[in-house]
């Protein structure tokens, strides 16, 4: 089981910039690949960035270039970081992690970009 719980969402303007956050705790030594996810009214849940197992990393076309995702192994946190934010990135951004076959979720945090 792994607990995962994200921060850091809110309402920004076009241009600007947030950091979201998730902290994973349980049993994390067992994770495969940590995902950024992001859902938006009426949209299928899309993926956003993510860390591979052996440490690689993934982005989206429609954010490469803009955000950056990392991580603090000490802290079992990983960050996304968004700089340069469009009114189409506002969303529900869920952090997911990869243990095999199953998939754990968080609980989600709102970020609105205003034009």
């Known amino acids: 089981q792994v607990q995962l719980v994200e921060s850091g969402g809110g309402l920004v303007q076009a241009g600007g910039s947030l950091r979201l956050s998730c902290t994973a705790s349980?049993?994390?030594?067992?994770?495969?690949?940590m995902n950024w996810f992001r859902q938006a009214p009426g949209n299928d849940r899309e993926l956003v960035a993510n860390f591979t197992i052996s440490g690689s990393t993934n982005y989206a076309d429609s954010v490469k270039g803009r955000f950056t995702i990392s991580k603090d192994n000490a802290k079992n946190t990983v960050y996304l970081q968004m700089n340069s934010l469009k009114p189409e990135d506002t969303a529900v951004y869920y952090c997911n992690a990869e243990i095999g076959m199953i998939h754990y979720w968080g609980q989600g945090t709102q970020v609105t970009v205003s034009s």
């Open positions: 349980g049993s994390i030594v067992s994770i495969n690949a």
